[in-house]
């Protein structure tokens, strides 16, 4: 019986959390998972050791979140597919249209849901910005 308070007590926190999370969220413009765990000052343009984005940018249409991929490196990076290639090798790329794949959208619960996961590594972070508000 001891076993299954302390696991509803458990359960109520994460809801808990969960919701505290989602009311945080409420007008976040952006949000952004930083992954600087292969970051280095010196080789973070040209040298292989780049920090890497996943943008979540709210559509206020939509109330969902579309995801774009960045990074610092100095070479032609998908923002929809988040990989090192050019527009032209994309099986997305039509000439004269230019990209026609859609970005991965995610709901507000979604994105709330991904940021209480643990992150692996000490150099990886979340960070956002309120409605009219930039970094």
């Known amino acids: 019986m ?19 999370l989602l009311n945080v969220l409420h007008g976040q ?6 992954d600087r765990s292969n970051f280095e000052p010196g ?9 890497f984005v996943t943008e979540y940018i709210l559509d206020e249409y939509t ?6 991929y960045h990074t610092s490196a100095d070479f032609s ?5 988040g990989n090192f290639q050019g527009c032209n090798d994309c099986r997305g ?5 230019g990209c026609q794949d859609l970005c991965e ?4 619960g979604e994105l709330a849901h991904r ?7 000490e150099d990886c972070f979340w960070i956002w910005e309120r409605v009219g508000v930039r970094c």
């Open 63 to 68: 109330g969902e979140y579309v995801i774009e």
């Open 2 to 20: 001891a076993h299954y308070k302390r696991v509803k007590r458990q359960v109520a926190r994460k809801r808990a959390e969960f919701l505290d």
């Open 29 to 34: 413009t952006s949000v952004k998972y930083v």
């Open 115 to 121: 940021i209480m996961k643990p992150t692996n590594h």
């Open 77 to 81: 990076y998908c923002v929809v597919h």
């Open 105 to 108: 959208r995610v709901s507000k």
């Open 43 to 51: 080789m973070c343009s040209d040298g292989g050791k780049y920090e």
């Open 93 to 97: 790329y039509e000439i004269g249209f």
